[in-house]
């Protein structure tokens, strides 16, 4: 299978059911978002934390589910779709990584360690990605779960640069106002 088809040299893109779409619509936007945030998580790993790892590369796999899920605007039941139960895993590691940290006080700055920082870079892209695919929810149907599940990771990347930093023995800084 080449790379390169041509397809798209117009500015348009096939959707998973093969209707054509500008490069430009609301649903390539989300799902393009969504890309962007794995991209970023996959310059994260590995971490030198292998519980982190393991988390982060099941969060790369539910975002290709994502991916999949946006691309198709009328999936049956058998296409990739995420789900609640995804959204519990994250619940899960939020949890069990908080176990970990000290009480969150005030508001911090984005940083820390390189890891850190990077999570933080994530979790900033998740954020745009989440209000992406709400936007796309405002123009036609989609499956809330995604939405849900994007809101939920950028906390969980919050928590997982928090805890690396911590890891890493970096010091949490909080704006001067």
Request: glycine share 6%; proline share 5%.
């Amino acid at each position: 299978m080449k790379v390169y088809t041509g397809r798209g040299d117009e500015g348009m893109t096939d959707l998973r059911d093969m209707t054509r779409v500008s490069k430009t619509s609301s649903r390539i936007e989300a799902y393009g978002t969504v890309d962007e945030v794995n991209a970023l998580i996959g310059t994260v790993r590995p971490t030198g934390y292998d519980d982190v790892d393991e988390v982060l590369e099941a969060v790369q796999n539910h975002l290709f589910i994502i991916q999949a899920d946006l691309a198709n605007p009328d999936p049956d039941e058998d296409d990739p779709q995420i789900r609640s139960d995804h959204v519990d895993d994250l619940e899960s590691w939020i949890d069990d990584a908080e176990a970990e940290l000290d009480p969150l006080t005030s508001f911090i700055l984005p940083g820390g360690s390189e890891t850190g920082a990077k999570l933080h870079h994530a979790r900033a892209v998740s954020r745009r990605g989440e209000r992406r695919v709400v936007s796309l929810a405002a123009e036609e149907p989609v499956n809330t779960e995604v939405v849900a599940y994007l809101n939920r990771l950028s906390d969980a990347l919050f928590v997982f640069a928090r805890l690396v930093n911590k890891r890493d023995d970096v010091r949490e800084e909080s704006p001067t106002y």
